[in-house]
């Protein structure tokens, strides 16, 4: 038994040990993604603001991933819903970053869309501005309240105007929001996320999450 119960504490103590440099990495790589954000709205580039039109915004049914790909379906001119793709695969297969990635690449054949992650605040915004300059919308993971709960989430940008410091949203919990830059970095980093249970934090710091990671569709 003492065997038994000398194995258990080892094996126990061998995970805690790996979930805390998982958890140090994480914290580090979070570190250098605010670089300098204040330069921004210094840079000429951003002089002029950008915008898509034609997304039209919707209340999630089935899931934010799905949500996210049936308004981007809308502006594009097709006709996925979140009902088709639910009754296809009798699940929600995006939950994943690489795997709502996936998806897009599959029903959007006319883009090829890439998954950027860990992104410094600088480059995420400069994808973001690209992205809309050449008129197509940008799918994003941040945190985003519902109800007072702090939840992972996809939407999309639809605008950034770096001038009056406002980026644009169609957020599928049915409503668009119009928020500051600063905010809206604190959220796609998850430092806005209070209280994140610590699954969700180790679910983070392995990899099954991430953090400023845009979907760039060219």
Partial sequence: MKKVLGIIFGVIFAVAIVAMGALIRLEKMTEVLNDERSQIASDEKYKTPVSVEGVEVIGQEVSCGYAVIEMFSGWCGSDITEEKLFEEYGKVVTSTGNAFCKEMNKRFPQYVTTMHKYLPDTKLIDMVYDSLANGIPVPFEWAAPIQGQWTLHYSLVTGLDVAEDTVT??????????????????????????????????????????????????
């Fill in 169 to 218: 949203i169609a957020n599928p919990y049915g409503y668009y929001e119009y928020i500051s830059l600063n905010e809206f970095l604190d959220r796609t980093s998850f430092e806005a996320f209070e209280d994140m249970p610590l699954y969700l934090q180790l679910a983070f710091a392995f990899g099954i999450f991430e953090k400023n990671t845009v979907f760039i569709a060219k």
